[in-house]
């Protein structure tokens, strides 16, 4: 599947997600958001704040998506803000939705091979 990342720092292709994953701005933050290239949907966002990540899957246009859910109770993370888009106003994520940035790089891989997300990658999602 050809994927299109549009992140803080412009519009990339598939080969290029290592280096995108790397990005923050100098507030530490970033948010990825990845499509099939030919098409808006399914939609994977990754909600990037340094090493954490908080996960929205969108399988199609009026669904209101997915959101990871951390079932790791001694990682979870409080207070900690995001923003989805470069001059978009940063919001607080559930704490149980906070997910290690490496468990939101392996769900965009999947992702990226077959344009959908497996259950089994997290222990559960919740959706919205």
């Not at 990845?34 to 990037?48: H, T, V």
């Not at 704040?49 to 990871?68: E, I, K, M, T, W």
């Not at 992702?111 to 259950?119: A, R």
């Amino acid at each position: 599947m050809a994927v299109k990342i549009n992140d803080f720092s412009g519009t990339h292709r598939s080969a290029d997600f290592a280096k995108v994953a790397l990005y923050r701005d100098q507030s530490g933050l970033n948010s990825l958001w990845l499509s099939d290239d030919q098409r808006e949907f399914p939609r994977l966002n990754i909600a990037l704040n340094n090493d954490l990540a908080v996960v929205h899957y969108f399988p199609s246009r009026r669904h209101p998506g997915f959101q990871s859910k951390n079932n790791d109770k001694e990682r979870v993370a409080a207070n900690v803000f995001f923003r989805l888009e470069k001059k978009g106003e940063p919001w607080l994520a559930p704490s149980q939705a906070t997910v290690p940035a490496a468990t939101a790089f392996f769900i965009a891989a999947q992702f990226m091979k077959s344009g959908l997300i497996s259950p089994l990658t997290l222990s559960s999602w919740t959706e919205l």
